[in-house]
């Protein structure tokens, strides 16, 4: 096979969550220990930092990776879902897996792999693990796919866990209250291994706590040590963060929902600081900061990361963002509101598991809607989303593909209008992929 008709394997071979929802959730780790022992347990072969969260652990996940590569060690990046390859999922110092390394894998396993019936998550997570230690990295930093205590990568004991935030996704899998949710996320705090909560209510802080004691984990709040002081954004798009010990930071991800996620990370820095694995953070700023500070500035140059509150025209300005559920659309709904246009274009769709209807009620009033679908099987169809709409008081014309309808939201612009597109991974996706 060669690379395609290989992904093609395993996209229809092994239950892929993206394609077909909670029909290829596998709960256990029993399939994903099999894998591991079949490979000689290759994640222990390098250090690994694990990074949870409902949101923003794409974001944080990246800019971990980015500045461990500029303190000069390989640095192997694991997250999910992919945009537009496949191999997005699996990098080395920026550089994506290989196509003949996936498709030697493929090849070489099946006979091992098949009889187990995997889930695509189970594969991938399998491969990249292997991938990293025949890559010979120094660390990965490792992004949970869902949950925490029966995500497939839980299985590593990391040098250091991060816990982004918590809020409603999942619910069919991961509970219906906060404090549920956060018991699985907790599931990745391991004995003695320092855990880093980004943010945190009065109904998940106990459950930290209590996860974290029962493990004899240090627990680090971010939102207790508040390194950023303010934040504003700048003309370029980025963020301008003014910040206790590290001066003042330019950060290239420019979404609003990202001085939380940086506050997350400075958090997690301090702590790597502690361990040993970048220069230790005090009171003293040094110019020995610099790998943060340019970290921070080339974090997508740096290790490929894409639809992050991502520009990608001027004149009309277009916009792409991943945001996908109410926790997301809490920070994108204030940021589209603060956009100063003559006219707000939003190409909008979502998939079936996902809280439309609370979404619903965060978007502008104002814009012009163009609804769609993505090309995924759990798309909500372009007209019943076109529906819940009006039920929101916002309407627009119904699209049978993401490049359909930007090609006339593009086509509709003045050259001061704005176009957003978002409301699933899978419409970014389906959108950046047309521009290739």
Not at 50 to 71: C, D, F, P, R, Y
Request: glycine share 8%.
């Amino acid at each position: 096979m060669d690379y395609k008709e290989t992904i093609n394997y395993l996209y229809n071979s092994a239950p892929m969550f993206e394609k077909v929802g909670a029909g290829a959730y596998k709960e256990g780790l029993s399939n994903t220990r099999a894998l591991d022992e079949h490979f000689c347990h290759p994640h222990k072969n390098y250090r690994t930092i694990h990074v949870a969260g409902t949101n923003g652990k794409g974001s944080v996940s990246h800019t971990l990776a980015s500045i461990l590569q500029l303190e000069g060690y390989k640095v192997g990046l694991y997250t999910s879902p992919h945009l537009v390859d496949f191999r997005e999922r699996i990098r080395v110092n920026g550089q994506t897996i290989s196509e003949k390394y996936i498709i030697d894998f493929v090849a070489n396993e099946r006979a091992f792999f098949e009889p187990l019936h995997p889930s695509f998550f189970e594969i991938t997570t399998a491969l990249a693990f292997k991938y990293f230690s025949d890559m010979n990295i120094d660390i990965a930093v490792i992004e949970v796919g869902l949950g925490g205590r029966l995500d497939c990568t839980n299985i590593i004991t990391p040098t250091l866990s991060v816990i982004t935030n918590i809020s409603f996704d999942h619910t069919q899998f991961l509970g219906n209250t906060l404090a549920k949710i956060a018991s699985e996320k907790a599931g990745i705090i391991k004995k003695g291994v320092p855990i880093v909560i980004g943010e945190y209510v009065d109904e998940t802080r106990p459950v930290f706590e209590a996860k974290a004691k029962e493990m004899g984990a240090n627990i680090f709040y971010a939102e207790d040590e508040k390194e950023i002081i303010s934040s504003e954004p700048t003309d370029e798009g980025g963020r301008l963060y003014h910040t206790k010990n590290l001066g003042t930071i330019y950060g290239e991800l420019g979404g609003l929902c990202q001085e939380k996620n940086s506050n997350t990370v400075f958090c997690a820095l301090k702590r790597m600081g502690e361990l040993g694995l970048i220069t230790k953070i005090d009171d003293n700023m040094s110019s020995n900061y610099k790998c943060i500070h340019d970290g921070f500035k080339n974090v997508c140059e740096l290790t490929g990361l894409m639809g992050r509150w991502q520009i990608v025209n001027d004149n009309p300005k277009v916009v792409c963002d991943t945001g996908h559920n109410v926790g997301g659309w809490t920070f994108l709904s204030q940021q589209l509101n603060s956009v100063k246009c003559k006219n707000m274009r939003i190409i909008f769709g979502m998939v079936n598991d996902k809280d439309v209807n609370s979404v619903m009620e965060m978007l502008p009033k104002n814009a012009i809607y163009y609804f769609t679908k993505a090309k995924i099987g759990r798309a909500i169809n372009e007209k019943e989303i076109q529906q819940t709409g009006l039920r929101h008081g916002i309407s627009g014309n119904a699209y049978p593909t993401v490049e359909k309808a930007y090609k006339d939201a593009i086509k509709d612009a003045d050259k001061d209008d704005f176009v957003f597109i978002g409301g699933s991974s899978y419409i970014v996706s389906d959108f950046l992929s047309s521009l290739i």
